[in-house]
């Protein structure tokens, strides 16, 4: 997707601002908990001095220590708690800000945006921020404050041997700096091949069968290689990264431990330091060390939390679709298409197709394959936009109707099977408006009841993702009834008959005549039988009105209409016998 | 065959644990060299870092304590010396074990997705595609988070603790005894807590699946979700995979993170029993000063890693809970093996079905007692109402599923005996529902083709017109070239059949399979189609399943499927009288 502001990089850390409360405990039981921990050394390096001075007291050494130990036990284990509830919460929220966004999003953005980085988005994404949540924000804090606190205590022991060990501080500094810059990129291209092998995986699972019919298996997982190797290539070389990076740290500082073991002892030597405070810095130097290392790793986590922050915010900044219409009026079914234009990039779909549908009338929609027949049905219903021209229902356009109300009356019947991964009854009432009644009204109608009674849970069958376990037809009944449980005025059926046998198909059609009487429908089809007492039939031929009339008219009138009438003959005739 | 992977019995539960962590290690034996090499990079770093103490606390006792100062320069020089030996073998030990853990990662999912590729249909009829997403992907990332991350730390905390914990007792061994004693309570205190810990991660990880199918299957079928204006319902389904998930990792985060304040609290004790016992051995003359300065700074050593290990061990935990679910998919085998079994049974037709059976998992049985022979060069037509076995038993003829009783031969042989190779190039099966890969027309119609496979652009339309199919490609815009993508709307579902048409065609199969192949082709391009299939070698078998009967008309013998039972049609309206009295079961 085109991303016009490159300038704006929103950092990861500003999504802290919500959770400022949980995050002001995150940090506040981290640092109390480092900070005891900092007087460890302290009390340790006074029981050795007191004792060289003969002034040991084991009651008050115990007691300070004991007391110091509990309570930092009782910090780390609340800043524990904290930290799972805000990581935790924070991944929840941002996903459920993503799926918010995502639901109110056309159908063109989820087909652009592409199912399988959004997954990616909902999934990875928000796992990598959680990360961050939960282990950078009190590593940074816990660590700088460590440095900072263990650096003044050195500054006060001794300031000169202090300094010389504070200033690897900055050499560390320039060192990751320059290596996550570096990394930083390479993770956002990693995640761009996990989306690849996301789709490689999901499209060789989607089309299982066809793989296994044609026997491309070694096909699919070359593919699959191709994609992973990318992946390994880019692990690899972000580690090739860390891997230099991590021991020139340990490297620095163990450098500073020797600056202390050289420096120290000859200042310990001289006189101007006691053997009590060189333990001391020992034990000081080993706290700063660690912080620093820490920081390192984090460092990891950050970057990577900050190419996820990125993807997700683009998804979060995506222009939402306005919804501005507010008619809730009732429809009586009257349907007009003017001038409408369509074009994919550069190519005409439609072309200025006009026409009118009266309410309660039948109208069919006639014509070869890429006549653009489902993509007007799309129009008619707001799944997409036309470039150009007008959708009406009762002389009002689509869009000043506001979209709950207008989807409640229009009924859609899809060409391809969509068959959700749950029972029979919620794949048929899919709208929260349908009572049991229209229920029972939509599978009586579909013919579906004899079916759904044979079924071992009736109703309550879970049926498998993409219907797997239902036939052709089973599966379009079920989008029938589907349709047909909100009670629409307006039905649009998407060649619907293509996979049903044509007694059902009959049966099916009185069954809606009985049951939804005054009902528009729309259907496209192939099948000129079946229409022949449509009120009219419209032939569309690559995206043009090529003619309009009732079947009559057509048949005296249309060339093309009577070559597709002659090209179904021999069968009409069977199907007048049958 | 069960291939749920969340309701996997208990026997194959129990299986998978134990083959599971076999497995790992044949994953891990291939780096066994790579793993050697580090072990020694770790060991000589650890080795290091742990001299380190060991020559300050003898420089303080030997040199500044007496004031000599060349003494402290001479081993600050072998300090230096050793601190830049480590900084190489630190460098070798990252690499290296990183290195390990990106290859394993590697060589897992490609297993993974291999096993993928073996295993039957009924597999993933049975399994969410988000959900197999989520184990090929994240779960396997777990796995590598641990291997090429913690491992590395893991190990080398070990050899830091056995070494520290070896120089601790060999200096005093009543001292060390003494210091190490909290750790004994650590390692109870860790196996008993650990189950409880991978149980919870378990759960975490199953809602993750969870979540990543919600995802997959709304967002595959958004179109549905807004005409049906159920983007509430789509918020609904995912706001409840998205509480189920924050509730059961605040369990495993809770759980994870017990270790830590754990750990933390008797690494202290253990450095107050050095200070206390210490001075108390100093006081009767048994220990110095030096020596309780470094001693302290080993039970830091010591108590450091184990530390880090609290952490460690917990990604182990989610490594192992992450394991188990992959390792459900690679022991699962298919049950579509190939038999030997060259045995020839007089039989005069391509295939033919004996007695055949068929349910799809021990519930209603679909087909009973089938017989029929298709012979060679015949053409044979399928139908019946919705739903009664016809697309079961075109699915039994390409084997997408075994037979559950009775044979189906295929040139006089069971055809379980064939290779999937040889068994796929005889017979073509076009699907009901056309799929097409991300790609261009010309990559969709020559997929999985190994004859054309490497044909130019001009080549393969000349393959294309001899084999009449060149009228098809004039309806998409850029011919061969033109761009699709999976899934999206951008052609139509006619132009999806006409591409698995054209891709099965070219296979030139032995016996072809329509599954209501040109249900939504327009009646003319039908012809078309109709005529290219005329012209197909005298040969070649076909199988027709449709409703649309003028794609039947031709057919030399009709076959009635219904109930799961198949009758024999004499005339196209005899098949007809059947249909309009058949009453539909479903």
Redesign the interface.
Same mark, same amino acid.
Request: proline residues 2%; charged residues 15%; positive net charge.
């Given at each position: 997707m085109a991303k016009p502001k490159e300038a704006k990089k929103p950092s990861v850390f500003s999504l802290l601002a919500s959770y400022k409360g949980l995050i002001f405990l995150l940090i506040l039981f981290a640092l109390l908990s480092n900070g005891i921990n900092l007087l460890l050394p302290k009390i340790i390096a006074h029981g050795i001095d007191s004792y060289t001075n003969k002034t040991f007291n084991l009651d008050s050494v115990l007691l300070q220590f004991a007391i110091a130990i509990v309570l930092v036990f009782i910090f780390t284990y609340l800043q524990s708690i904290v930290q799972t509830y805000a990581s935790e919460r924070v991944a929840r929220d941002l996903r459920s800000k993503l799926s918010d966004q995502i639901s109110r999003q056309s159908h063109a953005y989820i087909i652009e945006a592409n199912p399988s980085k959004l997954l990616t988005n909902l999934t990875s994404d928000a796992d990598s921020i959680k990360m961050f949540v939960s282990q950078a924000i009190v590593s940074l804090a816990s660590s700088i404050f460590l440095i900072v606190g263990a650096s003044i205590l050195l500054l006060m022991i001794n300031w000169k041997l202090a300094l010389c060990v504070i200033a690897i501080v900055p050499i560390i500094g320039i060192a990751f700096y320059l290596v996550l810059k570096k990394v930083r990129v390479l993770f956002i291209k990693s995640r761009e091949v996990i989306d690849w092998l996301n789709k490689v995986i999901s499209e060789s699972i989607l089309g299982s069968a066809l793989i296994r019919v044609i026997n491309s298996q070694q096909l699919e997982y070359q593919k699959f290689l191709d994609a992973n190797s990318k992946a390994r290539d880019l692990g690899l070389s972000i580690l090739r990264l860390f891997a230099g990076l991590i021991p020139i740290i340990v490297f620095v500082s163990n450098l500073s431990g020797l600056t202390i073991l050289v420096l120290g002892g000859h200042f310990v030597i001289t006189d101007t330091m006691t053997l009590g405070e060189f333990a001391a810095f020992n034990s000081y130097l080993a706290l700063i060390i660690f912080p620093i290392l820490v920081i390192g790793f984090m460092s990891n986590v950050i970057a990577q939390a900050t190419a996820s922050y990125q993807r997700i915010e683009s998804v979060l900044n995506a222009p939402e679709v306005k919804h501005q219409g507010t008619l809730t009026d009732a429809l009586t079914g009257d349907v007009e298409a003017r001038n409408i234009e369509l074009n994919f990039g550069q190519k005409p779909i439609l072309k200025k197709v006009s026409f009118a549908a009266k309410a309660g009338s039948k109208t069919a929609i006639i014509g070869p394959t890429v006549a653009g027949k489902t993509q007007l049905l799309y129009i008619l219903t707001g799944l997409i936009e036309p470039q150009a021209g007008k959708v009406l229902f009762d002389e009002q356009e689509i869009k000043s109707y506001k979209q709950e109300n207008f989807h409640q009356q229009v009924g859609f019947v899809f060409q391809d099977s969509i068959i959700f991964n749950m029972s029979i009854r919620e794949n048929i009432a899919f709208s929260n408006t349908v009572t049991d009644e229209s229920l029972a009204k939509a599978i009586q109608t579909a013919e579906l009841k004899d079916f759904i009674e044979a079924l071992p849970a009736k109703l309550d069958t879970i049926v498998s993702e993409r219907g797997n376990s239902l036939s052709g037809g089973q599966k379009q009944r079920i989008m029938l009834a589907r349709a047909l449980a909100v009670n629409p005025k307006i039905l649009l059926l998407d060649d619907f008959t293509a996979r049903v046998d044509s007694n059902t198909e009959k049966r099916i059609l009185e069954n809606i005549q009985l049951h939804y009487p005054g009902i528009t429908l729309i259907s496209v089809t192939q099948k000129i039988a079946a229409v022949e007492n449509y009120d009219q039939v419209i032939l569309l031929m690559q995206g043009e009105v090529i003619a309009t009339g009732t079947h009559r008219e057509l048949i005296q009138h249309s060339p093309e209409y009577v070559q597709i009438y002659n090209s179904q003959q021999s069968t009409s005739n069977y199907e007048l016998q049958s | 065959m069960n291939y749920n992977l969340n309701q996997l019995n208990e026997e194959q539960e129990k299986q998978s644990t134990y083959q599971a962590l076999k497995r790992l290690l044949k994953f891990i034996s291939a780096e066994r060299k790579n793993l050697i090499l580090a072990l020694i990079a770790i060991l000589v770093n650890s080795g290091l870092l742990l001299l380190?103490p060991l020559l300050?606390g003898h420089?303080?006792d030997t040199?500044?304590?007496t004031?000599?100062?060349h003494g #402290? +320069?001479v081993?600050?020089g072998i300090?230096?010396g050793m601190? +830049?030996i480590?900084?190489?073998t630190?460098?070798i030990q990252?690499?290296l074990m990183?290195?390990v853990g990106?290859?394993m990662?590697?060589t897992l999912?490609?297993a993974i997705?291999?096993k +993928?590729?073996?295993l039957?249909?009924s597999f993933?009829?049975?399994n969410?595609?988000?959900d197999? $997403?989520?184990r090929?992907?994240?779960d396997t990332?777990k796995l590598?988070q641990f291997f090429?991350q913690s491992l590395m730390q893991f190990i080398g905390s070990i050899v830091t603790m056995i070494g520290a914990g070896i120089f601790l007792l060999s200096i005093n061994i009543e001292l060390g005894a003494a210091a190490l004693s909290p750790a004994v309570a650590i390692v109870v205190f860790t196996i008993a807590l650990s189950p409880w810990i991978k149980g919870k991660n378990a759960k975490n990880l199953k809602s993750?699946g969870g979540?990543?199918?919600e #995802?997959?299957?709304s967002?595959?079928?958004?179109?549905?979700?807004? !005409?049906?204006?159920?983007?509430?319902?789509?918020?609904k389904r995912?706001?409840e995979a998205?509480?189920e998930?924050?509730r059961t !990792? &605040?369990g495993a985060?809770?759980a994870?993170?017990?270790f830590?304040? #754990?750990y933390?609290?008797l690494s202290? $004790?253990a450095?107050?029993i050095v200070?206390?016992f210490g001075?108390h051995l100093?006081s009767i003359g048994q220990f110095s000063?030096g020596f309780?300065?470094s001693y302290?700074?080993y039970c830091?050593n010591f108590y450091?890693p184990l530390r880090q290990l609290a952490a460690l061990w917990t990604s182990f935990q989610v490594a192992m809970a992450s394991w188990d679910r992959i390792s459900k998919i690679l022991l699962l085998e298919t049950n579509l093996q190939v038999i030997k079994n060259d045995e020839t049974i007089t039989s005069d037709a391509l295939i033919e079905f004996k007695d055949v059976h068929f349910s799809?998992d021990d519930?209603k049985e679909i087909l009973h007692h089938i017989n029929l022979k298709f012979e060679k060069g015949k053409t044979y037509a399928l139908?019946?109402?919705?739903?009664?076995g016809k697309?079961t038993t075109a699915s039994l003829i390409?084997r997408?599923y075994d037979a559950t009783k009775g044979t189906v031969l295929l040139n006089r042989k069971d055809i379980r005996s064939f290779s !999937?190779?040889e068994?796929?190039?005889k $017979?073509?099966?076009i699907?009901?529902?056309p799929?097409l890969?991300?790609g261009t027309v010309k990559d969709n119609i020559l997929?999985?083709n190994n004859q054309y496979k490497d044909v130019s652009d001009d080549e393969l339309t000349k393959i294309i017109e001899k084999a009449n199919l060149n009228a098809l490609l004039a309806?998409f815009?850029e011919g061969i070239s033109t761009k699709i993508?999976?899934?999206?709307?951008?052609i139509?579902?006619?132009?999806k059949q +006409?591409i698995a048409f054209m891709?099965a065609v070219l296979?030139n199969p032995e016996l072809l399979i329509l599954d209501?192949a040109t !249900?939504?082709?327009?009646? &003319?391009?039908?012809?078309l189609l109709s005529s290219i299939l005329n012209k197909l070698s005298k040969e070649t078998t076909l199988v027709i399943i449709a409703?649309?009967?003028?794609t039947i008309?031709n057919a030399d013998e009709i076959y009635f499927v219904n109930e799961g039972e198949v009758q024999q049609a004499g005339t196209?309206?005899d098949a007809?009288?059947m249909?309009?009295k058949?009453k539909? #079961?479903?």
């Open positions: - | 380190g300050v420089t303080i040199y500044i304590r004031k000599q100062f #402290v +320069l081993f600050g300090l230096l601190y +830049l480590a900084m190489v630190g460098y990252t690499k990183g290195g990106q290859r990662l590697y999912r490609n997705f291999n +993928l590729q073996e039957p249909v993933f009829n049975q969410k595609a988000g197999l $997403i989520s090929v992907n994240s990332d590598n090429s993750v979540l990543s199918a #995802v997959q299957e967002l595959n079928n958004f179109k549905v979700i807004i !005409a049906f204006n159920r983007r509430d319902y789509f918020r995912f706001d998205n509480k998930n924050y !990792a &605040i985060g809770l994870n993170n017990i830590v304040p #754990v933390g609290l202290s $004790i450095q107050l200070l206390l001075i100093i000063l309780l300065v302290l700074s830091t450091n799809y519930s139908i019946g109402p919705t739903g009664g697309t390409s997408l !999937a190779e068994r796929t190039q $017979i073509g099966f699907l009901q529902e799929f890969f991300t997929y999985g309806i815009d993508t999976s899934g999206a709307d951008s139509s579902l006619g132009q +006409l891709r296979r209501e !249900a939504n082709i327009d009646t &003319i391009t039908e012809q409703h649309r009967l003028n008309e196209l309206n007809l009288n249909l309009s058949g539909r #079961v479903s």
